[in-house]
C-alpha cells in the first residue's frame, strides 16, 4: 500500500520570503504522479504541481516548484517570494494510474503555512 | 466553464439518519470521486464513479454508498449516521476514461455535522 507523509503540520514564513514543505511517500512501484494541492480557508481544493515519476526533471509553475528525489522517495514543495494568498493547507497526494486505483488520490495529512505580513 | 458544484454546503443531522449528498462535475467530466476530510484521519478516499459504474472503492463501511446518473452527477449516502461521520466531504471530477491521469478537480464540499 502507498503512503505519504507530511512531517511538519505547521508552517510559518514571512511574505516574500521562500519557504520549503516536505513530503515523503512509500511505494514499490516505479509508474505513478505526484502532487501537491492547496486549500485555502475557503476549502477549495486547487492543484498546485504535479510531477510524473518519469520525468526527472523538476516541475516548476511560476513561484512554486518541486524538488523531487525518487529514490529518496522525497516530493518537497519551495514556495518563492511568498505572497498572503498562499496562506492555505498544503496537501502532498500521491497517485496510480492503474490497478484499479482510478480516481484514488492518497493524502498527506497536510501543512497548515501562514504567510505572515 | 462553471467548477464543481456540491450540494447542500452545510448539513446538520442527528445519530441513526441517514443524509444524501450530491455533486455535479464540470460538464463533459465523466469521473467522480468522493473524499472524507476530518482533522484527525486528514484526507480519506470513498469512491469512484465513471460511467454510472463504480470503478474503486475505499475502506469504508457498507453505510456509505454513492451512485452516478447518466449526466455524470453524482449523490453519496450515509445511511444509519455516526458522530465520527461528521466531515467535510469533497467531491472531485475528471475527464478519466483510460487508465491514466486526469487532473482532479474539487468542488467545494458539504459540511456534515452529526449531532
Known amino acids: ?117 | 466553464k462553471a467548477g464543481v458544484t456540491q450540494t447542500p454546503r452545510y448539513l446538520i443531522k442527528t445519530r441513526g439518519q441517514q443524509v444524501t449528498l450530491s455533486c455535479s462535475p464540470i460538464s463533459g467530466h465523466r469521473s467522480v470521486s468522493w473524499y472524507q476530510q476530518t482533522p484527525g484521519q486528514g484526507l480519506q478516499f470513498l469512491f469512484e464513479y465513471f460511467s454510472e459504474t463504480q470503478r474503486n472503492k475505499g475502506n469504508f463501511p457498507g453505510r456509505f454508498s454513492g451512485r452516478q446518473f447518466s449526466n455524470s452527477r453524482s449523490e453519496m449516502n450515509v445511511s444509519t449516521l455516526e458522530l465520527g461521520d461528521s466531515a467535510l466531504y469533497l467531491c472531485a471530477s475528471s475527464f478519466s476514461d483510460r487508465v491514466a491521469y486526469n487532473e482532479q478537480f474539487f468542488g467545494p464540499g458539504t459540511r456534515l455535522t452529526v449531532l
Not at chain 1, 512501484?29 to 505526484?34: A, D, M, P, T, V
Not at chain 1, 526527472?56 to 528525489?69: G, H, I, K, L
Open chain 1, 1 to 117: 500500500a502507498q503512503t505519504v507523509t507530511q512531517s511538519q503540520p505547521e508552517m510559518s514564513v514571512q511574505e516574500a520570503e521562500t519557504v520549503t514543505l516536505s513530503c515523503t511517500y512509500d511505494t514499490s512501484e516505479s509508474n505513478y504522479y505526484l502532487f501537491w494541492y492547496k486549500q485555502p480557508p475557503s476549502r477549495q481544493m486547487i492543484l498546485v504541481i504535479r510531477q510524473e515519476a518519469y520525468k526527472q526533471q523538476n516541475a516548476t509553475e511560476n513561484r512554486f516548484s518541486v524538488n523531487f528525489q525518487k529514490a529518496a522517495k522525497s516530493f518537497s514543495l519551495k514556495i518563492s517570494d511568498s505572497q498572503l494568498g498562499d496562506t492555505a493547507m498544503y496537501f502532498c497526494a500521491f497517485f496510480l494510474p492503474y490497478g484499479g486505483s482510478q480516481g484514488n488520490l492518497i493524502f498527506g495529512k497536510g501543512t497548515k503555512l501562514s504567510v505572515k505580513p
